[in-house]
C-alpha cells in the first residue's frame, strides 16, 4: 500500500549573494553555519524530492557589492548548482514582489507551505516572512540559516543606535514569533521532521517497486 505523500513545501533561499562576503562594506556578521546549514537543506530538498527550491537574487543600484554585472551580484555556486526549479528576482526586500510573481509562482502549483532561508536575516528573510504570512501561507524560517550584519543608525531624537547581528537575529526571531508571522525552528529540527517524511515516503516507494510484477502491478 503506497505511503501518503505529504503536502509539497517550498525551499525559498533569498539572496546566497558572493556580494555578501564583502565585510569591508557590511561590516561583522553573525553565525558562521549559515551557508552549511543552507547547502543542507538544498541537499535534503533535492535528495528527497520534499518540494521545489526557489532561488532569490537581490539587484541592487549600480555601486552595491550585489549590482548586476559584477561577480558580488551572483549566487554563490552551491545555490548556483543546486538544480533549483525557478530563479526570482528581486530589487526590494521581499521576494513576493521580485520577477517571476512568487505568489502566483506557487499558487499554480497548489504550495501553501514555504521555507525560507538566507541573507539577510533582519532584512529580505524578515520582510519576506512577514509578507509571506500575510498572504496566508505557512511560513518556517530555520534560524540558523540566516545571517546578518551589525547595524549602526540614527534614530529621529538624534542619538545613535549600535546593535549586533547577533541581537538582530533575535530580534528577527522575536518579531517572526511574537507577530505569528512565521514558525523558528532549528536546522536540525526542520530536517528531522520534514526531510525524515519525504524519506520515509522515498523508502515506501522503492519497496512498492521492488514487490511490483513485470507488468508494474503491484503484488499483494
Known amino acids: 500500500?503506497?505511503?501518503?505523500?505529504?503536502?509539497?513545501?517550498?525551499?525559498?533561499?533569498?539572496?546566497?549573494?558572493?556580494?555578501?562576503?564583502?565585510?569591508d562594506h557590511w561590516g561583522p556578521t553573525a553565525n558562521p553555519q549559515c551557508e552549511h546549514n543552507i547547502a543542507r537543506l538544498i541537499d535534503c530538498w533535492r535528495d528527497t524530492r520534499r518540494g521545489p527550491i526557489?532561488?532569490?537574487?537581490?539587484?541592487?543600484a549600480a555601486g552595491s557589492p550585489l549590482a548586476?554585472?559584477?561577480?558580488?551580484?551572483?549566487l554563490k555556486a552551491f545555490v548556483a548548482e543546486s538544480g533549483y526549479d525557478v530563479l526570482v528576482t528581486k530589487q526590494v526586500n521581499s521576494a513576493f514582489l521580485g520577477t517571476p510573481d512568487l505568489r502566483a509562482w506557487l499558487d499554480d502549483r497548489a504550495i501553501s507551505d514555504i521555507v525560507l532561508c538566507g541573507i539577510q536575516t533582519n532584512m529580505c528573510v524578515e520582510t519576506t516572512a512577514r509578507m509571506g504570512g500575510n498572504l496566508g501561507f505557512r511560513v518556517s524560517v530555520p534560524l540558523d540559516a540566516t545571517r546578518t550584519f551589525d547595524l549602526v543608525t540614527?534614530?529621529?531624537?538624534?542619538?545613535?543606535?549600535?546593535?549586533?547581528?547577533?541581537d538582530l537575529m533575535r530580534a528577527t526571531a522575536a518579531n517572526l514569533r511574537g507577530g505569528r508571522f512565521a514558525v523558528v525552528v532549528a536546522t536540525a529540527d526542520l530536517l528531522r521532521s520534514s526531510c525524515a517524511e519525504s524519506q520515509e515516503l522515498a523508502r515506501h516507494r522503492s519497496r512498492d517497486e521492488n514487490h511490483a510484477d513485470p507488468d508494474g502491478s503491484r503484488l499483494a
Open 1 to 23: 500500500m503506497n505511503a501518503p505523500r505529504p503536502a509539497p513545501q517550498a525551499l525559498v533561499v533569498i539572496d546566497v549573494q558572493e556580494g555578501f562576503d564583502q565585510t
Open 54 to 60: 526557489v532561488a532569490v537574487r537581490h539587484d541592487s
Open 154 to 166: 540614527t534614530l529621529p531624537d538624534g542619538s545613535e543606535i549600535q546593535m549586533t547581528a547577533t
Open 68 to 74: 548586476p554585472g559584477t561577480r558580488g551580484n551572483e
